[in-house]
């Protein structure tokens, strides 16, 4: 199948290696930073509105941005779909996220939250993952059962990125079939170093936890956070280049 924006970029393309060897050096570098920092130096880094959110929402904003651009500039001339809509949907997911991580603007423009609302979120703000529909613990803070859990925010957002920045990778390496229904569907399928990236930020908190004690899991949550939507920025950088590659001249 013919490669374009869709599609993985081919190995030796100089531009995309080089923002995967600067992704990971990045990455690791965020990772024994956050390793060696002490709580004292942690904690004032990712309280609320301090500066590991404000990076976090705008990682995500400027994710969505780029991907509503490359979207709007995937035009396809004579293919179905015309677009990529699958950028689109990314977009919109990256913008939600960017929303939930400021409380939709509350705390900057002071507004407070609707009662409806805040009878119904365990923090009293303006946003979904706090919801008790998706929070992990109950109203009195013990924490759900498994069953309930499963809709808990950080979960989804986990399998998301593991089903598509993973599984989906990994499958299309394989298959022509996973390839050419991707591409039916206008879904861009990303590079693997992407979702490597997801699975450090996975695993490395956890490693940390049982390391330094689960007293640093809340600041280790927050970067954690930043790292994701870091790592969905340099997703939608990644399938800028692509555009911009394949663009006709």
Known sequence: MKEDIGTREQGGDAWFTGLAGAGWVAFVLLWLTASFLSRARLVPLTVEDGPVENATALLFLVASVIMAETWWRSARPGRRPRRLHGLLVLAVLLFICFGEEISWGQRIFGWRTPPAIASLNLQGETNLHNLELFHPRNP????????????????LFALFWLAYCVVLPLLARRSETTRSLAARLGVPIPPLWIGGLFLLSFLVPHLLERVRGADLAGPLDEIKEM?????????????????????PE
């Open 140 to 155: 009195d803070g013990t924490p759900k059962g498994f069953l309930p859990l499963l809709l808990n925010m950080n979960r």
């Open 227 to 247: 790292a994701d939507a870091a790592a969905y920025f340099l997703l939608a950088v990644v399938f800028l280049l692509r555009g911009r590659r394949h663009r």
